[in-house]
């Protein structure tokens, strides 16, 4: 399988994944829900999280996605992006999920905006150990 391939392959089958941003010039991570177009992806946060606040300062993001810690040799990818706020009514709607409920009132609440993430670099390992990643450069 081509590279696009396999990175659109553990998109499309794990959205639980880490995002990380810079906040007070030091890494914060946090869990994330996923949803992407093609390779770009999106994530549902309210705009007030200090998620935001960081994109706003740095936009410079990583993404984990893939690894569900079952075994050593399970396969992955890292994607070094460029995050922008998205507060399209279409996208939203298309990206609406009943799990974000415990977080967001719907996809009309005037809370919920999404991150786009405009990847720049995408890594993607076979297993746990590799020393030379699979490199795909938007």
Request: charge should be negative; aromatic fraction near 10%; hydrophobic fraction near 40%.
């Amino acid at each position: 399988m081509e590279l696009k391939g396999k990175i659109l392959s553990i998109l499309q089958n794990q959205q639980t994944g880490v995002l990380a941003t810079v906040r007070d010039h030091k890494p914060h991570i946090c869990f994330m829900m996923f949803f992407h177009q093609d390779l770009t992806l999106y994530v549902a946060t309210d705009h007030l999280s200090r998620k935001v606040d960081d994109i706003k300062e740095n936009n410079n993001v990583h993404v984990l996605i893939g690894n569900e810690g079952k075994s050593w040799g399970e396969e992955f990818i890292e994607i070094e992006a460029d995050a922008y706020l998205e507060d399209s009514a279409q996208l939203k709607q298309e990206f609406w999920n009943d799990s974000l409920n415990k977080w967001l009132d719907g996809p009309e609440d005037p809370n919920y905006i999404l991150l786009r993430l405009e990847p720049k670099h995408i890594y993607y390992i076979d297993k746990a150990g590799t020393a030379h990643p699979e490199v795909l450069t938007l």
